[in-house]
């Protein structure tokens, strides 16, 4: 059978955040019972541009694939292609820049429904970017949130961010000019940027919240500041092999001896073993995201099944 081809609007219909969850919660349990594998991402320069590899295998979906895509200083392309694990055919190609923000923001989600704590209602959240919408549309998945505060540098960009949150969400979305703000008194907080420095003070920090922190993926980047890491009660990773080296939040620290790798958890063994996620509610909880092709794959499986099911997407002559 041709191999599906599936545009950024048609995988944007197909992919709701329910769906993604749902995918990425199952792809981490399988993950734990050795029925799936994740390669770490490689990156390959050349002048002006970077591009990045990541690849991985579903065999409970039957299905293995891979995610490339390139970064320029104007443009980003993404695509995913996913292949039948019993006849090695090629079963879909898409463009897969919205899905891989709407999979961070589903790992989010899974990770907050595991780690923060069950009355967890308010939210601080820094950064206004893509990724940061489907970072709060995940956590307002999995928790009642009724407050959230939103930083970033640029008055414009939170006031706007925040107003089209407060629509789409239902709920109250305030913009604050300080990141004091956005961490004081919250239950949750995101952190959802381009900064190479951190964005706010751990001391700061309440006991009993939890973080997502996804917006670095880069070892010269971070974040969060060491003090934050040093208070966390409980460090938990997509991967933590692939934490050790992209994490710039967790390998300063590790460098400065006030965090040790044995210390760290997969996401996948937290889902397995749910005791290990939250021990009280006064612990300090971390989840630190860098991106993987095992959510890729799994989210692209369920994007791939919806479409043969509803007739989209166009046919490619191989």
Not at 124 to 129: A, K, Q
Not at 234 to 259: F, R
Request: glycine share 6%; charged share 20%; hydrophobic share 40%.
């Amino acid at each position: 059978m041709p191999a599906l081809f599936l545009t950024e609007s048609e995988v944007s219909e197909l992919l709701t955040m329910p769906l993604a969850i749902e995918s990425i919660e199952h792809a981490f349990l399988q993950w734990a019972k050795g029925k799936a594998v994740n390669v770490p991402r490689t990156r390959v320069t050349a002048p002006g541009i970077l591009l990045h590899c990541m690849s991985a295998s579903a065999e409970y979906l039957g299905y293995l694939g891979w995610k490339s895509y390139t970064t320029t200083g104007q443009t980003t392309q993404f695509h995913i292609a996913l292949y039948e694990v019993e006849t090695g055919k090629i079963s879909a190609l898409f463009e897969a820049d919205q899905l891989g923000r709407i999979r961070t923001g589903a790992a989010s989600g899974v990770a907050t429904k595991y780690m923060a704590r069950t009355d967890a209602r308010r939210v601080g959240i820094f950064g206004t970017g893509r990724q940061a919408r489907t970072q709060l549309l995940a956590v307002c998945q999995v928790r009642d949130i009724s407050r959230i505060h939103v930083y970033c540098r640029t008055e414009k960009s939170r006031a706007t961010f925040s107003h089209q949150m407060a629509k789409e969400l239902g709920i109250n979305v305030v913009p604050v000019s300080d990141p004091e703000q956005a961490v004081k008194d919250m239950d949750i907080i995101i952190a959802s940027t381009t900064s190479k420095q951190p964005l706010f003070d751990g001391r700061s920090i309440a006991q009993g919240t939890h973080l997502n922190l996804v917006g670095s993926n880069f070892l010269h980047k971070s974040e969060v500041d060491t003090c934050t890491i040093e208070r966390a009660d409980h460090i938990v990773c997509d991967s933590v092999e692939q934490c050790k080296l992209e994490a710039g939040d967790l390998v300063n620290p590790i460098e400065q001896k006030v965090l040790n790798w044995s210390e760290v958890s997969n996401l996948s063994d937290v889902i397995a073993q749910p005791e290990l996620a939250r021990r009280s509610s006064s612990e300090i909880t971390v989840f630190k995201s860098v991106g993987l092709a095992i959510e890729d794959v799994a989210a692209g499986v369920r994007v791939l099944n919806r479409a043969q099911q509803e007739e989209r997407g166009q046919l490619l002559p191989f």
